[in-house]
């Protein structure tokens, strides 16, 4: 009789441990404060299995599921999803992108964090470089070409071409711009201070700005501040193909922010941020770009102005513990607008910058080269 009731209890025992596991999975609760030996006993376990064990109770309340939450529960469990690291590794396998490194014989083994890699004798092969991981080349130019849109060799290239051949007041209200979304968002990554994607599971293909923090993704927030508000200015000024614009402005944007997953250097909460915080700056400052254009190419304070608001800036700027080249890329882009406005308060002055042009803008049709405009101008060079 004692073995059978031993054997009883080992079973009734085994039950309430299962059903304590049951229990801490689903997060079911019954209500019932313990009082006795046995409800102590049975108090953790689901009610089905209180009433297998125990017998029924008169009254059974519905156990009450725990939701875990309110809505900022879900905010935050929202965000941990798009920092995850993992979210970028798989776009990034997506377009090809592999942590293989091929061996001297062709067989393809898996590499260290590190970057190098170890055959199956245990010897160590050189150390990987950002192509190795590649298998398919053009998703690595196509965006590579992208991010360096949204970069020095971008904004060397994309600003002189609209000074030279578009309009000289597009270029100076885009650079204002630029200015303000660039320092805003540069500020927010050294107070902010989240790092970029974790290297593995993530393989970052470009290691320039790498020490930088990664929350926003300024490239994001240049990729749509840019283009957006050079077709603003020219709409306003010329007659152009809307539809064409907002396609041009569409793909551009794209490119460059799927740009910075495909390199490892942002996470798509990064990238989100970006363009969510370029939108509402974009919002009130395209206007008012508008308006301190024109007050700057007629005022005579121009030049003190300039300087006296690039050095404030540079003063103010928020520093971090980690030494990053944030600030020193900011210094850059502020004195890069502030010598773009004073040489054309300069034009404006000297006579050279056509005053009604500036404050008048005639509406106009811009006029493309063609092939037929390119030989009438090689005829006309041939005439006496």
């Not at 964090?113 to 192509?131: C, P």
């Amino acid at each position: 009789m004692n073995n059978d009731q031993d054997q009883i209890h080992v079973t009734a025992d085994g039950w309430r441990r299962f059903a304590d596991l049951l229990n801490s999975r689903t997060h079911l609760t019954t209500k019932t404060k313990p009082t006795t030996d046995k409800d102590r006993r049975t108090a953790a376990t689901p009610i089905y299995l209180h009433c297998i064990l125990v017998g029924s109770p008169k009254k059974i309340r519905r156990p009450r599921v725990e939701t875990g939450g309110s809505v900022m529960d879900a905010f935050k469990d929202c965000i941990d999803y798009l920092k995850d690291p993992e979210l970028v590794a798989r776009f990034q396998r997506s377009f090809g992108v592999m942590r293989y490194d091929p061996s001297d014989n062709g067989a393809t083994i898996p590499s260290l964090d590190n970057g190098e890699s170890k055959t199956s004798n245990g010897n160590t092969v050189r150390k990987l470089n950002e192509i190795d991981h590649v298998t398919n080349k053009f998703w690595y130019y196509l965006f590579l070409f992208g991010t360096y849109l949204g970069d020095e060799i971008g904004y060397a290239v994309i600003i002189p071409f609209l000074i030279w051949n578009i309009d000289s007041a597009v270029a100076r209200k885009m650079v204002l711009v630029w200015a303000v979304v660039m320092y805003i968002g540069q500020s927010i990554k050294d107070i902010v201070q989240w790092p970029r994607p974790q290297c593995p599971p993530v393989i970052r293909l470009q290691t320039k700005w790498s020490i930088e923090y990664g929350m926003p993704s300024t490239h994001a927030m240049i990729s749509i501040a840019l283009p957006f508000s050079v077709f603003y200015y020219i709409s306003n000024r010329y007659q152009i193909d809307n539809n064409i614009g907002i396609l041009i402005v569409f793909l551009w944007c794209m490119l460059i922010s799927l740009s910075r997953l495909y390199l490892g250097m942002h996470s798509v909460l990064d990238v989100i941020a970006g363009l969510l915080l370029a939108i509402v700056l974009l919002i009130p400052f395209v206007p008012l770009a508008d308006v301190l254009d024109r007050y700057l190419m007629y005022s005579n304070w121009t030049p003190l102005i300039l300087i006296v608001v690039t050095v404030s800036l540079i003063l103010i700027y928020p520093t971090s513990d980690q030494w990053t080249p944030t600030k020193g890329d900011t210094t850059l882009i502020l004195a890069t607008c502030a010598g773009l406005l004073t040489g054309g308060w300069l034009n404006v002055k000297l006579g050279i910058q056509n005053d009604i042009r500036v404050m008048n803008p005639i509406n106009n049709s811009v006029s493309w080269p063609s092939i037929n405009y390119l030989g009438m101008e090689k005829f006309d060079e041939n005439l006496p």
